[in-house]
């Protein structure tokens, strides 16, 4: 979620500070290009270059490590005995305060520099982040049924289905380009998770019946496409209406939308009546009572350290390109869901797994062409000016 910035102090620029505004263009990303002749050479000077391609290694890391670390701990949680559909969603955002800490350290040096208009300032971010923070409560919920339902290895498949939805949400929200590369993509990423659909060995695993094991599928599969909507309205966000280039930015909607989708999992907590079992089920849990803690905290920071990972990948790429990085994880989750879980990994899986990074292989090239061709036009605007 990996991950996913600030009240009024996010909202946009005035008018006015259209000529002073800075853009970096990221290849692959549907960001505006500047006509200015001072903003194309800061965006091609050495020092903006290796600081953008820094902010994307240190977001790739955070999605990947918590990406994984969370998905294990979260079906851990499951084998030890617990059963809360309500607490498996609260803590993939409960953490969220510890974002503080980076939002101190990475705190804007420029933050009276960007004035915000009155009408996209205040209310209309606030409800944009109330919007999606509903919004990513419910896709949380859906993944942790499929978490309960599927094994590890078949759960982390299909949400590498997310990719192709992003793809189609990223073509109309985002203008983003729909090449033969990314068409391939999709196309490979859809038929690895219908692959395990109809995997007939995979189903009724851990003593759980062929109904709960499609309801485990369709779950999943919907909360990948919710998940890939999440990200590009996050993407529109940052583009039409924060329109900030500060990491600070990013930790303003995460924390902020976070805020919103941990109150909307402790309401759905305590309406389903799942708080009244949690004391039996951490003195029942396998592992013991501090296990149990331990194991809630830990995967509730994950989940933070991968959703600012996901942010920060749609803030300094798009996001299509973060939920390809997302996919990253899939030869990782299923070889320790083997090693710690005894996830069965047949030939269907390998198959699925296989054609699942073959899509991102084919994402990944275009990326790659697309960086390339992006460099020759810098060259190319520099010579002439």
Not at 5 to 33: C, H, L, M, Y
Not at 110 to 116: E, K
Not at 340 to 358: E, Q, R, S
Not at 360 to 381: P, W
Request: net charge neutral; glycine share 8%.
């Amino acid at each position: 979620m990996a991950g996913d910035d600030g009240s009024s102090a996010g909202a946009g620029r005035g008018r006015g500070s259209t000529e002073d505004e800075v853009q970096i263009q990221i290849a692959g990303s549907s960001k505006p290009e500047t006509s200015s002749t001072n903003e194309t050479a800061s965006q091609s000077s050495p020092t903006k270059h290796w600081h953008w391609w820094l902010m994307v290694v240190l977001n790739i890391f955070f999605l990947i490590a918590g990406q994984t670390a969370s998905t294990l701990l979260g079906r851990f949680y499951y084998n030890q005995g617990g059963n809360s559909k309500w607490m498996s969603t609260f803590v993939q955002t409960a953490g969220f305060p510890v974002l503080f800490i980076a939002l101190y350290l990475f705190r804007s040096k420029s933050t009276q520099t960007a004035t915000t208009s009155p009408e996209t300032s205040g209310t209309k971010i606030t409800l944009i982040y109330i919007a999606l923070g509903l919004i990513i409560a419910a896709d949380d919920l859906m993944y942790s049924y499929g978490l309960l339902y599927l094994p590890v290895s078949t759960y982390s498949l299909i949400c590498a289905s997310q990719l192709a939805f992003n793809a189609v949400f990223s073509y109309f929200l985002n203008a983003q380009k729909f090449t033969a590369l990314i068409f391939n993509s999709v196309v490979l990423l859809t038929f690895s998770a219908a692959l395990l659909g109809v995997d007939e060995d995979s189903q009724g695993t851990n003593g759980l019946s062929h109904g709960k094991y499609i309801l485990g599928f369709v779950l999943t599969l919907g909360a990948s496409a919710t998940y890939s909507l999440i990200l590009s309205l996050m993407q529109v966000t940052f583009e039409k209406v924060i329109k900030r280039e500060t990491f600070s930015v990013v930790l303003n909607m995460q924390i902020y939308t976070a805020l919103v989708a941990t109150i909307a999992s402790l309401i759905g907590l305590f309406a389903s009546g799942e708080w009244k079992t949690l004391e039996g089920e951490m003195h029942a849990f396998g592992s013991g009572k501090l296990s149990y803690v331990m194991t809630l905290l830990w995967t509730a920071i994950s989940w933070q350290i991968a959703s600012v990972g996901v942010v920060g990948l749609i803030f300094v790429v798009s996001s299509l390109f973060s939920n390809v990085i997302s996919t990253l994880a899939l030869p990782i989750i299923p070889v320790f869901a083997v090693i710690f879980f005894h996830d069965k990994m047949d030939g269907v899986k390998i198959i699925a797994m296989l054609m699942a990074i073959w899509g991102f292989i084919s994402y990944g090239y275009q990326l790659y062409v697309d960086d390339k061709k992006a460099r020759k036009t810098s060259v190319s605007v520099e010579e002439s000016s």
